[in-house]
């Protein structure tokens, strides 16, 4: 790998930071590429090609992330949406729901109690939002959780149970 490549890399992992960071601030692309030192086309490109999606779209993710753990908490969803820098709420509603697959009243109605007895390393992998990357590397289709993702072998199982008949029979 060349110094520049290196170089590169580093000030994108600085930008990537800055969103982890900033993620409630009024931030776009334009400022984030600033402060890497980049034109937003270029910073664009090669955020895109280091991380697999695009910038906004990352800042969208971290967003929805961080909402949906203050959902969980029983924080109200305009509050929610308030908090995390979402201008908003029908947009930030449409995002949640195509990011998490449900909206965000529906998610904050549900029962996360098996989510809060996790370790809090497992719990920050369970909830992460995790985006069915097109070509562009935004959402397309049925989005999924990585929560709903690692419910689904134990989803399956117990259909197979049940489709199962008795051993003695």
Do not use: W
Not at 66 to 84: I, Y
Not at 141 to 160: C, D, F, K
């Amino acid at each position: 790998m060349s110094r520049d490549e290196i170089t590169t890399l580093t000030l994108l992992r600085r930008a990537r930071d800055l969103i982890d960071r900033d993620y409630a601030q009024p931030l776009d692309v334009p400022t984030i590429a600033a402060k890497a030192f980049m034109s937003p086309a270029h910073f664009s490109r090669k955020f895109r090609a280091a991380y697999g999606e695009s910038p906004y779209s990352y800042l969208m993710t971290r967003r929805i992330e961080r909402a949906s753990a203050l959902l969980r908490a029983g924080v109200s969803v305009t509050d929610a949406c308030m908090a995390v820098g979402a201008t908003s709420l029908g947009s930030f509603s449409s995002r949640f729901t195509e990011v998490m697959g449900e909206t965000p009243s529906s998610y904050k109605s549900r029962d996360h109690s098996a989510i809060e007895a996790l370790p809090p390393c497992f719990m920050r992998v369970a909830t992460r939002p995790a985006r069915n990357s097109g070509t562009d590397g935004d959402s397309h289709g049925a989005p999924q959780s990585a929560a709903h993702a690692l419910a689904q072998p134990a989803i399956q199982s117990s259909r197979n149970e049940e489709a199962r008949p008795p051993a003695n029979a």
